[in-house]
Nanobody
Framework: RVQLVESGGGPVRPGGSLTLSCSGN???????MGWFRQVPGKEREGVAS?????ATKYADSVKGRFTIFKNTLQMNGLKPEDTAMYYC?????????????????WGQGTQVTVSS
């Protein structure tokens, strides 16, 4: 079974940048990749997704600031409200989607903390 591992999280100041990486599903066809985040007291939120043909989908809260590639999530202009545990995920299917139930494989998470 696919095993995903996230890396690249850490503490950053507002306005800073981070690149998160997700390893474990680089050579599979017909898989979509996605990033989700969760903070205490709030539901899990789909952040970004990319399909096997390169189509992407973003949450409104991160459009223009985050960019997803097959193996990485580039985060720019970080805000305190971006603070969360970030999870990468992979699922069978060719389309980008922010719906968590369409993902079968999940990483353990990497913490992103944005504070001054």
């Amino acid at each position: 079974r696919v095993q995903l591992v996230e890396s690249g999280g850490g503490p950053v100041r507002p306005g800073g940048s981070l690149t998160l990486s997700c390893s474990g599903n680089e050579y599979r066809y017909f898989y979509h990749m996605g990033w989700f985040r969760q903070v205490p007291g709030k539901e899990r939120e789909g952040v970004a997704s990319i399909g096997d043909h390169g189509a992407t989908k973003y949450a409104d809260s991160v459009k223009g600031r985050f960019t997803i590639f097959k193996n990485t999530l580039q985060m720019n202009g970080l805000k305190p409200e971006d603070t969360a545990m970030y999870y990468c995920a992979a699922g069978v299917g060719s389309h980008a989607t922010l719906e968590g139930h369409e993902y079968q494989h999940w990483g353990q998470g990497t913490q992103v903390t944005v504070s001054s």
